[in-house]
Each structure stands twice: as structure tokens, then as C-alpha cells.
């Protein structure tokens, strides 16, 4: 985007010097906003202009805009000092980056107003034990281990009007996209836990102890490939930790977690009072089989009513206690990537 070409401000000879040291300053102030902008000086016949990258949407800062931002003193944050310029920077309201997605440090996109609704679809090659952060306009952050997959990540990333944000990847060891790998089980997915953009009418505290259809990882109607592994963010310590779910319909066994919140152990759901998926419950049988079963290795209790817990804080995660009438819908069972699911063999008589 070029200021000449957007008809928002006439680009003039320089009446006046705008010396290196100027330029250099205004670079500067770019440089230092937390990366999100990059910038370069360049002086291009006699007229000095500062080439800006705004994640990655490149603009140009002419010789007026260069001087204002000069003038100001540099005392205030560039947030302060756009709103103060509005008129002269409309340009730049349009790309201060809503959202700046970042992997291993480097920006990977941004996503601006005037994109939403949008779908990006960048690729990066990632080692294992890498980290993406979603960062919002209030500085408001998401950050995701993203565990031992090492390859080309496919990412689909989408926001949406409402300022929701969406993110998947696929991890193939091609460059190329192949949009059959997943689904013939080349290749792995995770999907990452949707979240608002800060300015959104929901707030993300409103999903706190949902279950994980009302937090947007699984969705009725579609089954989520088994090796999709979902990268889920604690409400309370704001971890990230990765979980592998298993569809309790289809496999025909319903789930209990322990009360640690460290192990799963699945039901065959033949066996008395074990409920199969979104059915409910018969209590008296219920509470035998619990009585029934064996403890978890570290000794705490397997119950029906147990919530699926952060496994670093142990806070809550799926709160089935403050979520009355949610745990038959629940029909995905977790358990921890690189854990072992349980099950419950009943002695034979
Ligand atoms: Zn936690």
C-alpha cells in the first residue's frame, strides 16, 4: 500500500531537510514496538520515505508523516501518537494488526481490519518443541507448545466478523499443501483452541469450564479426525497443553476421569451403569460400577461426574459441576498426549 497511490495524503518535495538522523529515529520507534512493525529508511529522488511492515502488510511512510512522528518526541507509544495523528494516519488504522501470529519469535501474519472475514494460509517448516503466539491489538496473548511434530505446518487461520478466531494446521513433510494427507493419515493435525479478539462481544471468559463443543474444538455433526490432537489453553494458568480425543459413540465405551485429573479410563458401555454417549446416566448403577472400579495409578477415584483438568495447575478445564446437564453431551473422551488410555476390564465371573 502506497500512500501516493491511496489518494490519503500528497507526497510533496521536501521543503524542508529531513536529515539521516530523523529517518533513523523513526525507524527507531518502529523497530522497537515489540516486532510487530519492521522498518526501513530509504531516501528516493530527494524524498526521504520510511518503508514500514506492519506484519505483513507493508506501508510507506512519506516525508510528512515523518516529520510529524519526529516532532511528536517519541515520548508516547505509536498506539498514542496514531490516535493523536488521526486524519494524517488513517492509513495506519487500518493496519495496525489486529491479530500478529507468531512462531518461534518470527512473525508468521497478521490479520488487519479490512481482512476480516479472512482465512490466511501460511506454511512454515517448524522443529520439534515450537511455539506459537497469537497476539491481539491490547497486546492480549495466546501461546501454544506445539509439541514433537517437526515438518511444514499448514496453517489455516480464520477470523471472522464477529472477531473469533479459528486456527488449524496440518503437518505434512512437503512444502506443498496436499489436502488429502490428513485424511488418509499421512499426515497430523492439531487444532488449536478458537479464541475472541480483544473488542469482540464475547468475551473469552464466557467459554471458561465449557465443554469442548461450546469451546469450538469439536463440532456437532463432524467428527474430528483421531489425529487431530487439540491444543487446549488453561482458563486459569493459561498453559497450553495437547489432548487426543476419542469419539465414546463410536467406540461404543464412555469415560471416566480420575480425580487427579491425570488419567482416563473408558467403560465398555455394555457393562451396567456405564452411560453410553449422550445418554443419561442410571445413578444407582452408576454408583456401583464407580464403586467397582479401580483407582487411578496415583490413587485418586474415577467418577462420571469428574472435570477434565489442566495438567499443570489441575484447575477445571471441562467443569462439569458448574455446567450442570453438560456431561452426556460431552460424547469425546480426553486423555494427554503421550499418555496412555485406560480401560476397564470388569473380572470375569
Ligand atoms: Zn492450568
Given at each position: 500500500?502506497?500512500l501516493?497511490?491511496?489518494g490519503?495524503t500528497?507526497?510533496?518535495?521536501?521543503?524542508?531537510p529531513?536529515?539521516?538522523?530523523?529517518l533513523?529515529?523513526?525507524?527507531?520507534?518502529?523497530?522497537?514496538?515489540?516486532g510487530?512493525?519492521?522498518?526501513v529508511?530509504a531516501?528516493?529522488?530527494?524524498?526521504p520515505?520510511v518503508?514500514?511492515?506492519a506484519?505483513?502488510?507493508?506501508?510507506q511512510?512519506?516525508?510528512s508523516?515523518?516529520?510529524?512522528i519526529?516532532?511528536?518526541?517519541?515520548?508516547?507509544?505509536?498506539?498514542?501518537?496514531?490516535?493523536v495523528?488521526d486524519?494524517?494516519?488513517?492509513i495506519?488504522?487500518?493496519?495496525?494488526?489486529?491479530l500478529?501470529?507468531?512462531v518461534n519469535?518470527?512473525?508468521?501474519?497478521?490479520?488487519v481490519?479490512s481482512?476480516?472475514p479472512?482465512?490466511?494460509?501460511?506454511?512454515m517448516?517448524?522443529?520439534?518443541?515450537?511455539?506459537?503466539?497469537?497476539?491481539?491489538?491490547?497486546?492480549?496473548?495466546?501461546?501454544?507448545?506445539?509439541?514433537e511434530?517437526?515438518?511444514?505446518?499448514?496453517?489455516?487461520i480464520r477470523?471472522h466478523?464477529?472477531?473469533?478466531?479459528q486456527?488449524?494446521?496440518v503437518?505434512t513433510?512437503?512444502?506443498?499443501?496436499?489436502s488429502?494427507a490428513?485424511t488418509?493419515?499421512?499426515?497430523?493435525?492439531?487444532?488449536?483452541?478458537?479464541?475472541?479478539?480483544s473488542?469482540?462481544m464475547t468475551?473469552n471468559e464466557e467459554?471458561?469450564?465449557k465443554?469442548?463443543?461450546?469451546?469450538?474444538?469439536?463440532?456437532?455433526?463432524?467428527i474430528?479426525?483421531?489425529?487431530?490432537?487439540l491444543?487446549?489453553?488453561?482458563?486459569?494458568c493459561?498453559?497450553?497443553?495437547q489432548?487426543?480425543?476419542y469419539h465414546?459413540g463410536f467406540?461404543?465405551?464412555?469415560y471416566?476421569?480420575?480425580?487427579?485429573?491425570k488419567?482416563?479410563i473408558?467403560v465398555?458401555d455394555?457393562?451396567?451403569?456405564c452411560p453410553a454417549a449422550?445418554?443419561?446416566?442410571?445413578?444407582?448403577?452408576l454408583?456401583?460400577l464407580?464403586?467397582a472400579?479401580?483407582l487411578?495409578?496415583d490413587g485418586?477415584?474415577?467418577?462420571?461426574?469428574?472435570?477434565?483438568?489442566?495438567?499443570?495447575?489441575t484447575?477445571?478445564y471441562i467443569?462439569?459441576?458448574?455446567?450442570?446437564?453438560?456431561?452426556?453431551g460431552?460424547?469425546?473422551?480426553?486423555y494427554?498426549?503421550?499418555a496412555?488410555?485406560l480401560?476397564y476390564?470388569?473380572?470375569?465371573e
Amino acid at each position: 500500500m502506497d500512500l501516493t497511490s491511496t489518494g490519503q495524503t500528497t507526497r510533496c518535495r521536501v521543503a524542508t531537510p529531513i536529515y539521516s538522523a530523523q529517518l533513523a529515529d523513526v525507524v527507531a520507534l518502529f523497530s522497537a514496538l515489540d516486532g510487530c512493525y519492521r522498518a526501513v529508511a530509504a531516501v528516493d529522488k530527494d524524498q526521504p520515505r520510511v518503508n514500514v511492515t506492519a506484519g505483513c502488510v507493508p506501508v510507506q511512510c512519506g516525508d510528512s508523516e515523518i516529520r510529524s512522528i519526529y516532532d511528536h518526541g517519541f515520548s508516547e507509544s505509536v498506539y498514542h501518537l496514531l490516535s493523536v495523528r488521526d486524519d494524517m494516519f488513517s492509513i495506519f488504522k487500518n493496519t495496525v494488526p489486529l491479530l500478529i501470529i507468531k512462531v518461534n519469535g518470527e512473525t508468521l501474519c497478521a490479520v488487519v481490519e479490512s481482512d476480516i472475514p479472512c482465512e490466511k494460509t501460511p506454511a512454515m517448516q517448524i522443529g520439534p518443541n515450537g511455539i506459537i503466539e497469537f497476539i491481539d491489538e491490547k497486546g492480549v496473548t495466546h501461546k501454544h507448545e506445539l509439541g514433537e511434530a517437526r515438518g511444514w505446518y499448514h496453517f489455516s487461520i480464520r477470523v471472522h466478523q464477529n472477531r473469533a478466531c479459528q486456527v488449524d494446521c496440518v503437518i505434512t513433510d512437503s512444502k506443498d499443501f496436499d489436502s488429502d494427507a490428513l485424511t488418509q493419515g499421512r499426515a497430523s493435525g492439531i487444532r488449536f483452541q478458537p479464541f475472541f479478539i480483544s473488542g469482540a462481544m464475547t468475551r473469552n471468559e464466557e467459554l471458561h469450564g465449557k465443554g469442548l463443543f461450546a469451546r469450538g474444538l469439536h463440532f456437532n455433526g463432524t467428527i474430528t479426525p483421531g489425529n487431530v490432537v487439540l491444543s487446549c489453553e488453561c482458563d486459569r494458568c493459561k498453559k497450553s497443553f495437547q489432548v487426543r480425543s476419542y469419539h465414546a459413540g463410536f467406540s461404543n465405551a464412555g469415560y471416566f476421569y480420575s480425580g487427579s485429573g491425570k488419567f482416563t479410563i473408558t467403560v465398555n458401555d455394555r457393562i451396567a451403569g456405564c452411560p453410553a454417549a449422550l445418554s443419561e446416566p442410571n445413578l444407582s448403577e452408576l454408583a456401583a460400577l464407580e464403586a467397582a472400579l479401580p483407582l487411578a495409578p496415583d490413587g485418586t477415584k474415577y467418577r462420571y461426574a469428574n472435570p477434565f483438568r489442566c495438567p499443570h495447575c489441575t484447575a477445571p478445564y471441562i467443569d462439569f459441576e458448574a455446567n450442570p446437564g453438560s456431561r452426556p453431551g460431552e460424547y469425546y473422551g480426553n486423555y494427554f498426549v503421550g499418555a496412555e488410555l485406560l480401560r476397564y476390564e470388569p473380572a470375569r465371573e
